[in-house]
């Protein structure tokens, strides 16, 4: 079973979102997402400033297996990203929960919160996708 941290907030898509300040999330790809994608050789993020629609694609990872688009959880400006994964995109299959993070983005829909998936609602969508 794939580890799906409790204090995350996830998207259907397999995007996970965690609030660090009152309006700033951090985002990444599940654990899940990265086992599916494999050896991931490139990450391709936007430019700080860039303004977010939720659902949108915001990020391009490729792996040996394929090229994606990762999509933003909420709407609202980058306001860092995670240079490291650029130079080491391997951090995101070591530790998607942590160093293999995307980017940091400042929310201006907080109401979009709603719509994300709690980790029990992301569990049930991840073993339904292993059926």
Avoid at 31 to 55: M, N, S, T, W, Y
Avoid at 64 to 75: H, M, N
Avoid at 115 to 123: G, N, V
Wanted: glycine content about 4%.
């Amino acid at each position: 079973m794939t580890r799906i941290p409790n204090e995350l907030l996830y998207t259907k898509t397999h995007e996970w979102a965690k609030k660090i300040d009152s309006n700033v999330v951090m985002m990444g790809i599940t654990a899940h997402a990265q086992e599916q994608l494999r050896d991931i050789v490139f990450v391709e993020l936007p430019p700080l400033g860039r303004e977010l629609k939720a659902g949108a694609a915001c990020a391009v990872v490729e792996s040996v297996k394929a090229a994606c688009d990762i999509f933003a959880p909420l709407s609202g400006k980058v306001v860092k990203i995670n240079q490291q994964i650029q130079e080491r995109p391997q951090l995101v299959n070591e530790d998607p929960y942590g160093e293999g993070w995307f980017l940091h983005i400042e929310v201006s829909h907080p109401d979009e919160f709603n719509a994300l998936l709690s980790p029990a609602q992301y569990q049930a969508i991840s073993e339904s996708a292993h059926q």
